[in-house]
């Protein structure tokens, strides 16, 4: 089936530092969205990409969607001890329901 | 508008015992969906309904049953709760069957004993 990898599983930083998530499919992706899970909390829909190459900025968070749309990042700028939880990329299916990578869990040491 | 609800936030369960888990939305979303998240594994679908009244298995839906009550309210049942059940259960919406953006519950705590 559908299956979207995501690493690294686990990244600490220090306060400041940037921080990287990557998302890859064997398949060519539909669209992507980005989810941010705060600890004891539920996911938080950041953005949705859709098409090739696009790239979307939130203040310190830049989106990426692939060239060949088997891939995505999602890369923070200078973290805060407020970025701390996990990113998660999802694919969306065809009947709206998402299909998630592992996460990633930031923890961002102050 | 409270958004998306979901009752109980806790629960403890033993073996062979049944329950259902309830989701409520205020947000007039057409598709519904209930998602298990375990750790290290992500959030996995379990069933979703695109529409009031239809309702459809998603990845991993043995052991659960679900209704579609009406517009509003979709609920989850565990017949006979196993251990291997034991998770978070995140209840979400949707505005339509195109990919949207989805709004998730604050999820219920189950522990299986």
């Known amino acids: 089936g559908q299956q979207v990898m995501q690493i690294p599983q686990y990244q600490h930083v220090q306060e400041g530092e940037d921080f990287t998530t990557y998302c890859n499919s064997s398949t060519t992706l539909s669209n992507i969205q980005w989810y941010k899970q705060r600890p004891g909390g539920h996911p938080v829909f950041l953005i949705q990409l859709v098409k090739s190459g696009e790239v979307k900025k939130q203040k310190r968070l830049t989106f990426q969607f692939g060239e060949a749309k088997k891939n995505s990042s999602l890369h923070i700028t200078a973290t805060q001890t407020t970025d701390v939880g996990t990113y998660f990329c999802?694919?969306?299916?065809?009947?709206?329901?998402?299909?998630f990578g592992k996460g990633t869990k930031l923890s961002v040491k102050p | 508008n409270a958004g998306v609800t979901q009752t109980p936030k806790f629960q403890v369960l033993k073996t062979g015992q049944s329950m259902t888990l309830q989701c409520a939305q205020d947000?007039?979303?057409?598709?519904m969906y209930w998602y298990r998240q375990d750790p290290g594994m992500g959030l996995r679908l379990i069933y979703y309904?695109?529409?009031?009244?239809?309702?459809d298995k998603g990845e991993v839906p043995n052991g659960y049953n679900v209704s579609r009550l009406n517009k509003r309210e979709f609920s989850l049942r565990l017949e006979s709760a196993a251990p291997s059940q034991t998770s978070v259960y995140f209840c979400?919406?949707?505005?339509?069957?195109?990919?949207?953006?989805?709004?998730f519950g604050p999820g219920t705590r189950l522990t299986v004993t």
């Open positions: 309904s695109a529409s009031e009244g239809t309702t």
């Open positions: 947000m007039n979303h057409n598709s």
């Open positions: 979400a919406c949707t505005v339509g069957t195109v990919s949207y953006e989805q709004y």
């Open positions: 999802a694919e969306g299916g065809s009947q709206g329901n998402l299909i």
